[in-house]
């Protein structure tokens, strides 16, 4: 594609649109979604206000003032990198703002409320009795840790896929979810680590360094590895909308989440060589996983918007430069040298949500107002095509 041979816009020439060419069935529009969402926040944000009143004590008790401002400085490190390897996955149909804020605070506040609440009840049902501290604190760190925390993180996960099921479309955005709850819950979790070491350093900071390289540096990705891996596998039954197939999805997801966290806690003093015999083959692993869920999203939304193209809404060559990764920044770069690259960038959004909102419908998903939100979505994407191609 060059700065002078644009795509031809095929403004002139749009038929109707698929769902009345395939008889994708409808129902009338209602708000019961927009009202869904809302009450899913707000209620959000009542349980982070009540998680707020135990956790920030909870850190101040275990770090003190100074490790508590020092903790949370140093979690940002991390918090940083996870947040902007989401975003990177998140690129090719990125999820709601205030969905993945929902995610951040549940991990960051309900989850570690909920683990904290949950740890002695857990403790004292399912401890060893007459244990030792040692054999205690392995059991605290390899069953009660995996089991306690990995449920709690993946509740959140839960009511994401059953409460804001139009904006759950596949694994990719389950691991988008999975990985922003993980982040949050590792940012608090980090604090608590940091806070503790700078408390405990008496004026030396090696320990601090330590503990800050070992969670902050080398392993920023171990929660979001394992509850990334729990939204995978929900995502995959969020592909066809059924809450208890989503249930059965979330109770299997559970069993490897569990089992990597636990692998991960069980290293002690062979955590260098898990670490490099394990835990980076897993983690490239996961970076090939996500990439071809990302292959499979992009031929998703090429088959989706070739049948737009055949009902005359948009050309073979349009789908083509909004459907791969190679064609988004063949257009981009196209829309750059005539000064429209953010009307181009837009474009690829409404086209690529046009793409998904047909596919909740082919799938049975999100039918009331389908037709209303495809005709809207079908005209913006001619308004923003007719700005990127005017002379």
């Keep these: 594609m060059t700065s002078n041979a644009p795509w031809p816009p095929p403004a002139s020439r749009p038929g109707p649109p698929p769902s009345a060419v395939w008889n994708v069935p409808v129902q009338p529009p209602h ?9 899913l926040l707000l209620s959000g944000a009542v349980l982070v206000l009540a998680g707020l009143a135990l956790v920030v004590p909870f850190l101040l008790s275990s770090t003190g003032s100074g490790g508590l401002a020092i903790g949370f ?14 975003a990177i996955v998140d690129r090719w149909e990125p999820e709601p703002k205030r969905l993945l804020a929902f995610g951040l605070a549940w991990g960051a506040v309900v989850a570690v409320a909920t683990t904290t609440l949950a740890q002695p009840v857990f403790m004292a049902a399912f401890a060893p009795s007459g244990a030792g501290r040692d054999a205690t604190r392995e059991f605290l760190a390899t069953v009660e840790a995996p089991f306690v925390e990995e449920l709690s993180k993946g509740i959140g996960l839960l009511v994401l896929f059953l409460a804001a099921r139009k904006y759950f479309d596949g694994p990719v955005d389950g691991v988008v979810y999975g ?40 392993s920023p990705f171990a929660h979001a590895m394992f509850t990334g891996t729990l939204g995978a596998i929900v995502g995959f039954a969020a592909r066809r909308w059924n809450a208890g197939l989503g249930l059965v999805a979330f109770l299997v997801g559970l069993v490897p989440a569990m089992l990597l966290h636990h692998l991960w806690n069980s290293a002690g003093s062979s955590f260098f060589l898990v670490y490099a015999a394990v835990q980076v083959p897993l983690f490239c692993a996961a970076i090939g996983g996500v990439y071809l869920l990302r292959r499979a999203d992009a031929r998703l939304t090429h088959r989706r918007l070739s049948e737009y193209a055949r009902a005359g809404w948009f050309t073979p060559l349009e789908v083509d430069m909004l459907a791969t990764p190679r064609g988004r920044s063949a257009g981009l770069r196209w829309a750059a040298s005539r000064g429209r690259a953010s009307a181009m960038r837009q474009f690829i959004r409404v086209a690529t949500e046009l793409a998904y909102t047909r596919q909740r419908a082919v799938s049975g998903r999100d039918l009331a107002g389908y037709l209303v939100a495809e005709q809207e979505l079908l005209r913006e994407a001619g308004r923003l095509r007719d700005v990127v191609v005017a002379p």
């Design 31 to 39: 708000q019961s979604d927009t009202a869904g969402l809302r009450a």
């Design 73 to 86: 400085v140093l979690s940002l490190v991390p918090l940083v990198i996870v947040l902007g390897t989401v």
């Design 179 to 218: 990985m922003t709850i993980a982040a949050g819950f590792a940012f608090t979790e980090n604090i608590l680590y940091f806070g503790r070491a700078f408390a405990e350093s008496q004026g030396s900071p090696a320990g601090l360094v330590v503990v800050f390289m070992l969670r902050g540096i080398l």
